[in-house]
């Protein structure tokens, strides 16, 4: 039998069990494939066809990896990537038979394809509870290997509300889900996936097909040949309208248990443009039963090296011949320095005794900003942007200015985090730290931002995050949420890297590809009617002991002159205006 004819036996099979073929009236397809990894056990993602770059020698061949595995040989080993596309859906019984419809390395049983020559086997969801309500949006991934062995064990965690959408079963874990292989040596527990022609079909307990055969054998396969150094992947996002027919291409690059992104490969379409999955549609009918609110959030960090400018180059000009730059800084060296930006998602929030803890992934380095219990801490308003940075104006950086008045526009103030009056102090584990420094970077930086009592509201986010996916952040680039501030922020949110500009103490602005049109974030929508508090007290209470009264006075009189816990009207000076104000407040 002729390869031609055998990618029929799919269709025979399905009419033969009682089922469907896709496209028929009848239910959705509720599951659909994402991605597949055929990277060959001795290869590596995106390595040149050479036996000398297989092995342990193919590690510096080429530099392509896997967003969570890393750049490793056989990049995690089988694995199969799903995608939730029906809201409460319920795959107890449900299969995904797979095939390699190239690969006759089998023992000679037929399992469904009616011909025993053919490399196939089937995946069976258990009745377990845990599969008996699924979320739409959901990433649903299979792997063969355990852990230790390069792979993922089962990890059942589903918190949507905090960004964890992903759901990984490791397939010799039977309580979730079983195998059966015809693969010569293979027993329960295995199954195959590779770049031998590669077919996966989805049928729901009942029999009936529900997805499928989709891959690079399919009928409807439109993309490249895949290799034995490739993926292959769904480029465009998951719907219930996506069939056997979707748009599945082959990959140097993977992004298992996230959203898959891709170059630009249409006709007519810049080849340098960068896509995402965006899973928002699935997505937000599930977030917004999410009663939580999330009351901060990281909006924009700079991640430029010391040495460096934005997008490259020198002072003059970029590496593309352009003039990269912020639009607070200009074109600096360092783009400021470290730096990041936060938003305020709830009103009249306090943030008296928080902390924001960082992690430099890449290098092992952590550390955390504790704040004071300065008044101007005590009810911020949402919307307002608070940036972080621990350059002084002299330095090349920005010294504290608390000035806000949103009536004019300005919904903007900065902390300078050497100032001991906002700032307690700094910790860090990097060698000759100083009180005061905290570090920004490229190394998947990531920020974890905390209430007074320790306990995480946010984050992390970042590159470091598990959940971030939209590009690699380099030494020439800042980091930005490419989304409007909301309620709805998480970590696995549309941060991205960027080069082409950043906006310190603005909303982020980014170029949208292929159009070449502008995006700037819009802040219209904050307070949302879901996240409002209530005034902490009098801004005049200095000391916070519930009245205002000569304790007060004297804080105030003893910073006259100066800035910081006194200046009532955020004008960055202590003086009369301010005493007036204290006065008028007096218990």
Request: net charge negative.
């Amino acid at each position: 039998m002729v390869l031609s004819d055998l990618r029929l036996l799919p269709c025979l099979a399905a009419l033969a069990a009682g089922g469907s073929l896709a496209g028929a009236a009848g239910p959705g397809p509720g599951l659909i494939l994402n991605e597949y990894n055929a990277v060959g056990s001795q290869k590596w993602l995106g390595n040149p066809d050479s036996v000398a770059c297989e092995g342990p020698a193919g590690l510096f061949c080429a530099a392509n990896e896997d967003l969570f595995f890393g750049r490793v040989q056989g990049n995690g080993g089988d694995w199969i990537e799903m995608v939730v596309v029906q809201d409460n859906l319920d795959i107890r019984g449900w299969q995904l038979r797979i095939a390699q419809l190239d690969n006759g390395g089998t023992d000679g049983t037929n399992l469904w394809l009616f011909s025993g020559a053919v490399e196939q086997g089937i995946l069976t969801f258990s009745n377990s509870p845990v599969w008996s309500n699924l979320r739409a949006g959901t990433i649903l991934t299979i792997t063969e290997k355990t852990t230790a062995q390069g792979g993922l064990d089962t990890d059942l965690s589903f918190d949507p509300c905090n960004g964890d959408w992903w759901i990984n079963v490791n397939s010799f874990d039977s309580e979730y889900i079983t195998t059966v292989t015809n693969v010569l040596g293979d027993g329960p527990g295995n199954f195959s996936v590779g770049n031998d022609a590669f077919i996966l079909a989805v049928f729901d307990a009942g029999g009936a097909l529900r997805f499928g055969p989709a891959g690079e054998g399919g009928d409807c396969y439109g993309g490249g040949g895949v290799n034995s150094r490739e993926v292959c992947r769904l480029e465009e996002d998951p719907s219930t309208a996506v069939d056997l027919c979707g748009q599945y291409d082959d990959g140097d690059s993977s992004s298992f248990g996230a959203p898959n992104r891709w170059s630009g490969n249409q006709q007519g379409v810049d080849s340098q443009c960068r896509f995402f999955q965006d899973l928002s549609a699935l997505r937000n009918p599930v977030l917004a039963g999410c009663v939580t609110c999330t009351p901060i959030i990281l909006n924009e960090y700079n991640a430029v090296s010391n040495d460096a400018y934005l997008n490259g180059g020198t002072i003059f000009a970029d590496q593309d011949g352009g003039q990269a730059s912020d639009s607070f800084f200009g074109r600096r060296i360092a783009n400021g320095g470290s730096w990041f930006e936060l938003v305020v998602i709830q009103d009249f929030l306090d943030m008296r005794g928080w902390s924001l803890f960082y992690e430099e992934l890449g290098d092992g380095e952590f550390g955390e900003i504790f704040l004071s219990q300065n008044p101007a801490w005590s009810n911020l308003r949402a919307g307002t942007i608070i940036t972080f940075i621990d350059r002084g104006t002299a330095a090349g950086g920005l010294d504290t200015d608390l000035s806000y008045d949103p009536e004019n526009g300005d919904t903007w103030i900065n902390i300078m985090t050497f100032d001991t009056s906002m700032v307690i102090g700094t910790t860090s584990n990097e060698p000759g730290h100083v009180n005061g420094d905290f570090g920004v970077d490229s190394d998947d930086w990531r920020l974890t931002i905390r209430d007074a009592n320790g306990v995480p509201v946010f984050g992390p986010a970042g590159e470091g995050s598990l959940y971030y996916y939209q590009g690699g952040v380099s030494s020439i680039e800042i980091c930005q949420l490419r989304e409007d501030p909301s309620t709805s922020i998480t970590p696995a949110s549309k941060y991205s890297d960027y080069s082409a500009s950043s906006t310190f103490g603005s909303p982020n602005s980014w170029i949208l590809c292929p159009s070449g049109l502008v995006a700037v974030q819009d802040f219209s929508r904050l307070p949302e009617a879901n996240c409002t508090g209530e005034p902490t007290g009098d801004p005049a209470d200095l000391n916070g002991d519930g009245v205002v009264n000569g304790a007060d006075l004297g804080i105030l009189l003893g910073n006259w002159g100066g800035s910081g816990s006194g200046d009532l009207n955020g004008d960055g000076v202590i003086n009369g205006a301010d005493l007036g104000i204290l006065l008028g407040s007096w218990s």
